[in-house]
């Protein structure tokens, strides 16, 4: 599991970094600069989305009979930190709120590609 995470991890990291490049780049020759750090905010919340999916799913490997109980209050955890977090940079600005859920939207999506890609090429 442990050589798993890592090949994820790198790779998800790579492609985080090149999504980062194109899109602090664009906010960059627009003179939003000062949104870069609330994109990588919404990086932040979605690998703590990701991370806590991934430890519960490895927890609920060693209890099975717990399983439905678990994911129900994972989710739920995942939920209200998203809305706490989202408030907060709601409050900030409309601006701000966009470019933290694009962060998160996008750094989600590269997760969950990038575990479908490796899933795939088991195969």
Known sequence: MRQFFSGFMRRLALALFVATVMMGSMLLARGEAKLIPLLAFGYAVALVFVWDMAMRLWRL?????????????????????????????????????????????????????????????KR
């Open 61 to 121: 490997t060693a209890v099975p009979g717990r399983a439905k109980r678990q994911m129900m209050r994972g989710l739920a955890f995942r939920l209200l930190v998203l809305f706490l977090l989202f408030s907060v940079a709601a409050r900030i600005s409309e601006h701000a709120f966009l470019v933290a859920a694009l962060g998160f939207l996008v750094c989600y999506g590269l997760a969950f590609s990038v575990l479908a890609y490796m899933n795939l090429a």
